[in-house]
DNA sequence: CCATGAAATGTGAGCGCTCACATTCTGCGG
DNA sequence: CCGCAGAATGTGAGCGCTCACATTTCATGG
């Protein structure tokens, strides 16, 4: 592998004028420019970004953590978030993690750091993560991507409060007075958000509201909640924290011989890929996941500048009306 | 931030002595040992990997290429390959690309390698993606994930021929001997390989081949494909190359009455999350990704040591057979 | 109590680059 | 044709670490 003295003693001058040719520094003259470009594609030469790391003290590289299973909405996330740093010119290093206990955060935290990333984003599901991280000192920036709304932290989210009162809305409009909730895993920030936002939206208009039903995320949980839930009546919709839910619920329902939406409206939240042709298509909330990413890598930019963003960057949620709601019979 | 020299001046010995404690070398007396560990916890010491790798001409590193959309399977070997990797001991940087042309996977190489990655998985989803980074001189070795079997590549897969294979046999041994086929897009090597295998099992079987149909991965083409198939018949079972092109399918037959398996089988690929709650439950094709990551580090570290891997690492995939496949009327 | 070799520790160079500064070239007016 | 400012290029140090080797320390036997 040829270094910069190889690529200077080939092109005539020295691997201080290399460097200017590399950094597209304007005090080189043409013809040297040239010589010294000809030089570099001859030895087929690159830079080494691990010694002008070492000097500059700037990697251009943030070090992302993601806690968890490969959910949609966080993997969505990862995928965003890392096309907006690539071109921002950032790298990303990934330090993913099963559980996101304080030992395993300090060990991504660790590799992160010795690797000398410029910042750390955190993609938190869970209470768990975010508090692990608040424990620690880190000396570089930290963004997450996390919906809890707490403070001293720069966080960047979709609104889930918003999304879950929108699809309430919905609900309520159509005439359903007793809307059911069936919520997400009790460590899910999403999911105590989305909760929130459910009531919240009951309370406003005078509805009952029921103690919610809590899955887990998967289809599986979806299902098994459903076949306990097609015996009951007494409500006429339910919200589901996620669309996996939903279509466990639908699967239940259908065996039950219950009619969607006829008897039973169904809300989801997320958009999935699929959502659009569950049977019946599912009602739901979609969340732009390119933007959240887009976000977290501006936010970034702002806060490496030395600029500290007060506020927590949120964007909004939308209602995807389809055939898995109706009114009420 | 603290750096080796004072660490070293803090714990009264000499920078190298520091190093051997933090290589763990055996020739530290217990006693100096400790103060340098005292003086590390101290300052908070972290050693630079820059600087070790500055010098050793390791970095630990791998890059990370995938190309195209998140559809699940990548995703999944993606992040199989990253957890694998982070238990070898090895970081990972990714290189995410949205088209697969010659230029972005230079773009993409220069970045690793400038990086001084130690070696490159690509993880292949068209054929495009190969034949790019074929043309390129990396200097370092190369992993695919990639199911073309072409020669001249360390290459590891799920047999996506094999599975096919079950597929169609599964079908089959049911009494069914019209057995369409709705494709991947022309460019997936995955495609390919499993219209090749559905072929094959036909003609081995003496089946009629037809013309198969031809998706692009996505629920709305399996379902506009659906829309059509329903007006027709002269075949009682289809195998969709992927499990959310079956959804699709399986919405246009909902709708248009066709019963699901009783007038037409359906059978899967992939086993997503979702697959075990379509109604009906999908029968498909379950391959493990994690267990694909951990063979494209196995592989890695094979070839890292310089070991010339001759024979592409397949494993197979399996059937599971749900509601959504019956014996012909 | 000293020589001796092994164990423990120290020294200096250098990885490939950029930074700050020094030096050498230009072209131009007098 | 000389001097000079400004442009172009060169020089040497040093980022934080490891490597190879040099030196010191220690325990042991004679």
Redesign the pocket.
């Known amino acids: ?1 040829a ?3 190889d690529v ?1 003693r080939l092109a ?9 040719v ?2 597209n520094q ?4 043409p ?3 040239e010589r010294v470009q000809a030089a570099i594609a001859e030895l087929n ?4 970004l ?3 790391a ?4 700037r990697t251009r590289t943030v070090g992302l953590i993601s806690t968890g299973n490969p959910l949609y909405g966080p993997s969505s996330t990862a995928l965003g978030f890392n096309e907006a740093a690539r071109q921002a010119g950032y790298q990303v290093t990934i330090a993913s993690m099963a559980t996101a206990d304080r030992a395993s955060m300090l060990d991504a935290v660790d590799v992160l750091l010795r690797q000398h990333v410029e910042a750390v984003v955190l993609i938190a599901a869970d209470y768990e993560a975010i508090e692990a991280i608040q424990g620690i000192s880190l000396g570089v920036p930290l963004v997450t991507a996390e919906s809890s709304g707490r403070p001293g932290l720069h966080s960047v989210s979709i609104d889930q409060f918003r999304g879950a009162e929108l699809a309430t809305a919905h609900l309520a409009d159509l005439g359903h007075r007793d809307i059911l909730h069936l919520a997400g895993p009790a460590e899910s920030m999403d999911a105590a958000e989305r909760t929130r936002g459910w009531r919240s939206e009951l309370e406003r208009r005078g509805l009952a509201v029921r103690e919610p039903l809590v899955g887990d995320w998967s289809p599986e949980s979806g299902y098994e909640i459903g076949v306990g839930l097609a015996r009951e009546n007494g409500f006429s919709a339910i919200f589901s924290a996620n669309d996996q839910m939903a279509l466990g619920l639908l699967h239940a329902l259908s065996n039950a011989g219950v009619r969607v939406p006829q008897d039973l409206s169904i809300v989801g939240f997320d958009d999935i890929p699929e959502a659009a042709h569950f049977i019946p298509p599912l009602t739901t909330i979609r969340q732009d996941f390119a933007e959240l990413g887009r976000d977290i890598m501006a936010t970034l930019l702002v806060v490496l500048d030395g600029i500290d963003v007060a506020e927590p960057v949120q964007t909004e949620p939308r209602l995807i009306m389809r055939a898995s709601t109706g009114a009420p019979a």
Chains 1, 2 share one sequence.
Do not use: F, K
């Not at 304007?26 to 003259?29: G, W």
């Not at 030469?45 to 080494?48: D, F, G, L």
């Open positions: 592998m270094n910069i003295t200077a005539g001058v020295s691997h201080q004028t290399v460097s200017r590399l950094n304007d005090t080189v003259r013809v040297t420019r030469y690159r830079p080494s691990v010694a002008r070492l000097v500059t003290r």
